[in-house]
């Protein structure tokens, strides 16, 4: 899958249903601004409100369903509402705000995450939908991320055991030029644009050893060559994995402070 | 009494078994009758080959020696004392049986319908199942003793049936425990042996075997007795050729254990079409148009067939167009199925994938669509959740093109796992998938650790510990969340829908899901 795939839905019919509720908010938003002056405090913008409160809590529950998944079946329909549910709550904001810059700081804070963690999370879905493509289609070996230093040094002892008894030549092709790049983890932000960057490159020192070493020691050299392509894949599961974890970061920490401001801002209301 | 003294009761009673276990001293065995039937000449290198699969065993009276409902891959043959051959009535404890996993979901008891999506069972993969196991194949019910020379046991462990009735000791009793490789070499080396296996099969289970297999299941009782009694048993090895593709056929094969691969010859390749389990049958194809094998049959493992002549194959056929009807429509189907695969060889390549690897096994095979699965944990998570906070399987295993095949239990339609343990702890109840393990009862000897061929039983260590000081160490495998309404919590727990659980017995759905 390229990147522009993983643009596809994977459920187009929620896809469609989303689009459909946005239009019949939008409709709805018209008619009521035609009837009477929008304002977020009353009336129907009030209620816009009210019902993005309602679905930011039910995003904000998305941990929970692990414990509660049975009402809505499996934890695929829970991340299908979530990101769904999601975009509906920035558009039920905006028409919140009748698509005005808000007026103090409270509001724009409010505004501004509410934008940033609906579109980290969908940079999320697209992440979630990319990497695990292309690790596919482009990775031989598939490891777990915990596991992958052990894996890696587990890699060094093969390759350090393959040398032992290899001729001098060898021995130096492998300390200086091999067993560099194979002692520890490399992540690198290269293999989000190609999981295969680097490789052709890498191999080129064995692919020239081999024509120089005796015909005993060429299985050697294929062997060490077969080690060094599966530390490259560990290094990329190790990058794009990492990523798939750390997205979060930038994706839940502003999702907290949001449902902080949210309680400020309703209480705000409530009091004043 | 707590569940601590009940496992180191239980393991004391294990270990004492062991002693009483003792490799069969080649003397003894010389004087069985059991080797008569070996011609004398070559006697002596036979025991010598055979007697590291014997072991003399004794039990004390009441001592249970099979239990109904278990696997077992040896056969019994008594020195001295007396066993007792206990089946209980249908009625009374038939559904807490162990054994039996080929009954469709609707008639399982307890099964849950709402969790039918996540075993992966298709309507369409329990055509042509049987079931064949857990049932009163010797005896209908009561008891019958046996005595010095008679033998038990063989025919559940060369078909790999569960045993169909309880054995105990009726006073003290002394076994030569037999088990699968050297009853094999037996069955080779004597004649006479073989020919009292091979009537026994006949004479007690094949009529009830071939009745349940569907294809026979209207035929008259007078005909089926017909077919019993002319019928031939073949065995043949791993490997080892059934038939040739454009060899002249001549017989119909029923299969009634192991598995065989079904191939076809494009150009210098053999391409996998499909595989023949227990209850599946071929050469109709080849008979009913009277042409030649349009397939090559191999044996994947140990392979246990009934074949019958062309004659009988046109008798049944001719007295029952129904059932030609039903070989007919099979028969376009497979032909089909070729055509398709000779146009599209690449098609084979999954179903040859799970022959390799032993999937075929299967009825419930977690997998793991890794282009899409993100490698979150979540269903390592929701096992672990399910189970007391320990996972039942682990995340990794052999990756064929985008699919994982984690270290989880398949849920083995014969599982080798629940030959041989030694307190009845590993059970598949009558009707269900789940192979499970109760915990209690498990005295952590690793017998089904070892004896799963996949490594999807692992050992844990318990916070309790042995007289040794040693910690208690116990069976763990998945259970397909018994307990859970919902199902396997790895496939309801996954955001992405990548955990699929698939019967490899539905070979339309393994093909459509994996490609």
Same mark, same amino acid.
């Given at each position: 899958m390229g990147s522009a795939g993983a643009l596809r839905p994977k459920q187009p019919r929620n896809t469609w249903l989303t689009g459909a509720a946005a239009a019949v908010m939008l409709f709805l938003y018209a008619v009521a601004r035609a009837i009477a002056p929008w304002s977020p405090k009353r009336g129907a913008g009030l209620v816009f409100g009210v019902a993005a409160t309602v679905v930011i809590v039910f995003e904000m529950a998305y941990p929970l369903r692990r414990a509660r998944a049975r009402p809505l079946g499996t934890a695929q329909r829970w991340l299908q509402a979530h990101v769904y549910l999601g975009v509906l709550a920035l558009l039920a904001v905006l028409i919140h705000t009748g698509f005005r810059a808000p007026g103090g700081l409270m509001g724009w804070s409010l505004l501004l995450l509410s934008a940033w963690t609906t579109v980290t999370g969908l940079v999320g879905v697209w992440l979630q939908k990319w990497l695990p493509a292309v690790m596919a289609e482009g990775l031989r070996v598939e490891a777990l991320y915990e596991r992958i230093p052990a894996l890696v040094q587990h890699l060094v002892e093969e390759a350090d055991a393959l040398v032992v008894n290899a001729s001098d030549a060898l021995e130096r092709f492998y300390t200086t030029e091999v067993r560099g790049r194979l002692a520890a983890v490399e992540p690198s932000w290269l293999y989000l644009l190609d999981v295969r960057a680097g490789r052709e490159r890498a191999l080129e020192p064995f692919r020239r050893m081999i024509t120089f070493v005796d015909p005993e020691e060429k299985e050697i050299v294929n062997d060490l060559m077969t080690i060094r392509m599966e530390k490259m894949d560990l290094d990329v599961h190790y990058s794009l994995q990492g990523v798939l974890r750390r997205w979060l970061i930038v994706h839940v920490p502003p999702a907290a402070l949001l449902m902080a401001l949210l309680v400020l801002h309703i209480l705000a209301w409530a009091v004043y | 009494m707590s569940d601590t003294s009940d496992r180191a009761a239980l393991r004391q009673r294990y270990e004492r078994r062991m002693q009483l276990m003792v490799p069969a001293e080649a003397d003894l065995l010389a004087r069985? *009758? @059991? #080797? *008569?039937? /070996?011609p004398e000449k070559a006697r002596p290198k036979v025991i010598e080959k055979v007697r590291r699969y014997i072991h003399l065993v004794r039990f004390e =009276?009441?001592? $249970?020696?099979l239990r109904e409902g278990e696997y077992s891959d040896s056969a019994y043959y008594v020195v001295e004392g007396g066993a007792e051959v206990v089946l209980t009535r249908e009625s009374e404890s038939r559904p807490l049986l162990r054994g039996g996993a080929h009954v469709p979901g609707a008639q399982r008891p307890g099964a849950r319908p709402e969790a039918a999506a996540f075993i992966?069972?298709?309507? *369409?993969?329990? %055509? !042509?199942?049987?079931? @064949? %196991?857990?049932?009163?194949a010797e005896l209908t019910t009561g008891n019958k003793t046996l005595g010095p020379g008679e033998i038990f046991g063989e025919i559940g462990a060369l078909s790999r049936y569960p045993v169909s009735a309880t054995v105990r000791a009726r006073n003290p009793l002394t076994v030569l425990q037999i088990r699968l490789p050297g009853l094999r070499m037996l069955l080779a080396s004597s004649k006479d042996f073989k020919k009292s296996v091979e009537e026994r099969y006949r004479q007690r289970v094949l009529a009830r075997h071939l009745r349940q297999v569907p294809l026979f299941a209207r035929v008259e009782d007078a005909f089926l007795e017909d077919i019993k009694r002319r019928a031939e048993l073949v065995s043949f090895e791993p490997g080892q050729v059934i038939a040739e593709e454009g060899s002249d056929a001549d017989a119909f094969l029923l299969v009634v254990g192991g598995y065989v691969k079904v191939s076809v010859r494009a150009g210098s390749s053999d391409l996998a079409l499909t595989y023949l389990r227990k209850g599946d049958y071929a050469g109709e194809s080849a008979l009913l148009l009277e042409d030649q094998w349009p397939f090559a049959l191999q044996a994947l493992e140990h392979v246990e067939v009934v074949k019958l002549t062309r004659e009988m194959f046109r008798a049944v056929t001719a007295a029952y167009p129904d059932i030609e009807d039903e070989l007919w429509s099979q028969a376009v189907a497979r032909l089909k199925a070729r055509g398709a695969l000779k146009r599209n060889p690449v098609s084979s390549e999954y179903v040859q994938m799970a022959m390799e690897t032993g999937? $075929?096994? !299967? =009825?419930s095979v977690l997998l793991i669509d890794l282009a899409t699965c993100t490698r979150c944990d979540e269903c390592v998570r929701g096992c672990a959740d399910a189970h007391g906070g320990e996972?039942? #399987?682990?995340? =990794?295993g052999q990756k064929y093109r985008r699919w994982l095949v984690p270290t989880a239990c398949y849920q083995c339609t014969d599982p080798v796992c629940m030959i041989d343990c030694p307190t009845g702890a590993i059970t598949r109840q009558v009707g269900t998938l789940e192979v499970t393990i109760d915990q209690p009862t498990? /005295?952590?000897? %690793?017998n089904c650790a070892n004896r799963c061929p996949w490594g999807n039983i692992i050992m844990v260590e318990k916070d309790e510990k042995r007289a040794d000081g040693k910690n208690v160490e116990v069976a763990t495998k998945c259970d397909l969340c018994l307990t859970r309404p919902e199902g396997p919590a790895c496939v309801q727990m996954c955001p992405h829908g990548s955990a699929v659980r698939i019967s490899f017995k539905d070979l339309d759905r393994v093909t459509s899901t994996l490609t």
């Amino acid at each position: 899958m390229g990147s522009a795939g993983a643009l596809r839905p994977k459920q187009p019919r929620n896809t469609w249903l989303t689009g459909a509720a946005a239009a019949v908010m939008l409709f709805l938003y018209a008619v009521a601004r035609a009837i009477a002056p929008w304002s977020p405090k009353r009336g129907a913008g009030l209620v816009f409100g009210v019902a993005a409160t309602v679905v930011i809590v039910f995003e904000m529950a998305y941990p929970l369903r692990r414990a509660r998944a049975r009402p809505l079946g499996t934890a695929q329909r829970w991340l299908q509402a979530h990101v769904y549910l999601g975009v509906l709550a920035l558009l039920a904001v905006l028409i919140h705000t009748g698509f005005r810059a808000p007026g103090g700081l409270m509001g724009w804070s409010l505004l501004l995450l509410s934008a940033w963690t609906t579109v980290t999370g969908l940079v999320g879905v697209w992440l979630q939908k990319w990497l695990p493509a292309v690790m596919a289609e482009g990775l031989r070996v598939e490891a777990l991320y915990e596991r992958i230093p052990a894996l890696v040094q587990h890699l060094v002892e093969e390759a350090d055991a393959l040398v032992v008894n290899a001729s001098d030549a060898l021995e130096r092709f492998y300390t200086t030029e091999v067993r560099g790049r194979l002692a520890a983890v490399e992540p690198s932000w290269l293999y989000l644009l190609d999981v295969r960057a680097g490789r052709e490159r890498a191999l080129e020192p064995f692919r020239r050893m081999i024509t120089f070493v005796d015909p005993e020691e060429k299985e050697i050299v294929n062997d060490l060559m077969t080690i060094r392509m599966e530390k490259m894949d560990l290094d990329v599961h190790y990058s794009l994995q990492g990523v798939l974890r750390r997205w979060l970061i930038v994706h839940v920490p502003p999702a907290a402070l949001l449902m902080a401001l949210l309680v400020l801002h309703i209480l705000a209301w409530a009091v004043y | 009494m707590s569940d601590t003294s009940d496992r180191a009761a239980l393991r004391q009673r294990y270990e004492r078994r062991m002693q009483l276990m003792v490799p069969a001293e080649a003397d003894l065995l010389a004087r069985q *009758a @059991l #080797f *008569a039937g /070996i011609p004398e000449k070559a006697r002596p290198k036979v025991i010598e080959k055979v007697r590291r699969y014997i072991h003399l065993v004794r039990f004390e =009276e009441g001592d $249970i020696v099979l239990r109904e409902g278990e696997y077992s891959d040896s056969a019994y043959y008594v020195v001295e004392g007396g066993a007792e051959v206990v089946l209980t009535r249908e009625s009374e404890s038939r559904p807490l049986l162990r054994g039996g996993a080929h009954v469709p979901g609707a008639q399982r008891p307890g099964a849950r319908p709402e969790a039918a999506a996540f075993i992966g069972r298709g309507a *369409a993969g329990l %055509s !042509g199942t049987v079931m @064949l %196991s857990a049932l009163p194949a010797e005896l209908t019910t009561g008891n019958k003793t046996l005595g010095p020379g008679e033998i038990f046991g063989e025919i559940g462990a060369l078909s790999r049936y569960p045993v169909s009735a309880t054995v105990r000791a009726r006073n003290p009793l002394t076994v030569l425990q037999i088990r699968l490789p050297g009853l094999r070499m037996l069955l080779a080396s004597s004649k006479d042996f073989k020919k009292s296996v091979e009537e026994r099969y006949r004479q007690r289970v094949l009529a009830r075997h071939l009745r349940q297999v569907p294809l026979f299941a209207r035929v008259e009782d007078a005909f089926l007795e017909d077919i019993k009694r002319r019928a031939e048993l073949v065995s043949f090895e791993p490997g080892q050729v059934i038939a040739e593709e454009g060899s002249d056929a001549d017989a119909f094969l029923l299969v009634v254990g192991g598995y065989v691969k079904v191939s076809v010859r494009a150009g210098s390749s053999d391409l996998a079409l499909t595989y023949l389990r227990k209850g599946d049958y071929a050469g109709e194809s080849a008979l009913l148009l009277e042409d030649q094998w349009p397939f090559a049959l191999q044996a994947l493992e140990h392979v246990e067939v009934v074949k019958l002549t062309r004659e009988m194959f046109r008798a049944v056929t001719a007295a029952y167009p129904d059932i030609e009807d039903e070989l007919w429509s099979q028969a376009v189907a497979r032909l089909k199925a070729r055509g398709a695969l000779k146009r599209n060889p690449v098609s084979s390549e999954y179903v040859q994938m799970a022959m390799e690897t032993g999937l $075929i096994h !299967g =009825e419930s095979v977690l997998l793991i669509d890794l282009a899409t699965c993100t490698r979150c944990d979540e269903c390592v998570r929701g096992c672990a959740d399910a189970h007391g906070g320990e996972p039942r #399987f682990v995340r =990794e295993g052999q990756k064929y093109r985008r699919w994982l095949v984690p270290t989880a239990c398949y849920q083995c339609t014969d599982p080798v796992c629940m030959i041989d343990c030694p307190t009845g702890a590993i059970t598949r109840q009558v009707g269900t998938l789940e192979v499970t393990i109760d915990q209690p009862t498990c /005295i952590g000897c %690793s017998n089904c650790a070892n004896r799963c061929p996949w490594g999807n039983i692992i050992m844990v260590e318990k916070d309790e510990k042995r007289a040794d000081g040693k910690n208690v160490e116990v069976a763990t495998k998945c259970d397909l969340c018994l307990t859970r309404p919902e199902g396997p919590a790895c496939v309801q727990m996954c955001p992405h829908g990548s955990a699929v659980r698939i019967s490899f017995k539905d070979l339309d759905r393994v093909t459509s899901t994996l490609t």
